[in-house]
């Protein structure tokens, strides 16, 4: 396959390899669910041999097209520090963060809410990102100089301004105490919100709350690979994601509070802002 040579910035080529990568992570993992195999990486933390060939196929797609860039794939490596600019002038500082298969125990489950995402930044910067639903053959996209769509046509979200009218959705880690911060703040979601879901992919979550489908999501454990994507089609979209301390939102901390309007998260920052629970 023949190299493409970029210029910095390059969005569109940028833009055509982020949709290629990830159309070719999807159709490895529509090809892998009939022999499936699956192992327990960490507690409540499972791969298959399905993200493993994902990522590679798309590690392989990008390389191939800008060798100089870096990649950071879920399945190889967890330092978020290889997402800062690289300190030596003769490396890149374009980084491919990818995760190959977000929603993993859904997709074991055969579950249809699972997705691939995959974004380029330079340093920190977010500059275009891409999320592939397989099953429902729904592509979303953003670009930094480009609106987000979704299988090329424009995407804007809800215009929900009140929690009592808002679907919220949240997502919790693997392993968790029922005393947890997280529960007493999702317990305030459930009684101020028309309706609460917990769906099982990060990606997925941002890109609903871009597309007007959900009108928030709420998520602390999360990581860098899970929204790098779906952090800019959200914004690009016309949506507010901030960090839930009402911080700019950082990929190096990706803790998100994501709404369709900023009103809708003002309320729902101020009903998460739980100082401790007793139980």
């Not at 340093?123 to 100089?145: H, K, M, N, R």
Request: one cysteine or more; charged letters at 20%; hydrophobic letters at 45%.
């Amino acid at each position: 396959m023949a190299k493409v040579v970029v210029e910095v910035h390059d969005f569109e080529t940028f833009g055509e390899i982020c949709r290629e990568a990830a159309r070719v992570g999807g159709n490895v993992l529509m090809a892998c669910r009939q022999s499936l195999a699956v192992h327990e990486k960490g507690p409540n933390d499972w791969v298959t041999n399905a993200d493993v060939a994902s990522q590679k196929a798309i590690e392989e797609l990008i390389l191939s097209k800008v060798p100089s860039h870096l990649f950071v794939g879920e399945e190889t490596s967890s330092a978020l520090s290889r997402l800062l600019p690289a300190s030596s002038p003769t490396n890149s500082a374009y980084h491919w963060v990818v995760d190959p298969l977000d929603g993993t125990v859904n997709y074991i489950h055969g579950l249809p809410s699972y997705a691939v995402s995959v974004a380029l930044l330079y340093g920190t910067e977010l500059l275009v990102g891409a999320v592939f639903d397989p099953i429902l053959d729904e592509l979303y996209f953003a670009s930094q100089v480009e609106a987000a769509s979704l299988n090329g046509k424009r995407i804007i979200p809800s215009d929900c301004r009140e929690s009592s009218l808002a679907l919220t959705v949240f997502s919790l880690p693997s392993k968790i105490d029922r005393k947890a911060l997280i529960i007493e703040q999702v317990f305030r979601l459930m009684e101020h919100s028309q309706s609460t879901r917990r769906l099982g992919s990060a990606a997925l979550n941002l890109c609903y709350v871009a597309s007007g489908r959900i009108d928030a999501y709420f998520a602390t454990t999360l990581n860098a690979w899970d929204v790098a994507a779906g952090a800019l089609i959200v914004r690009q979209a016309g949506g507010v994601i901030r960090h839930p301390h009402d911080q700019e939102f950082s990929i190096l901390e990706p803790r998100v509070l994501a709404t369709s309007t900023n009103e809708l998260w003002q309320q729902l920052h101020q009903l998460l802002q739980v100082e401790r629970v007793d139980r």
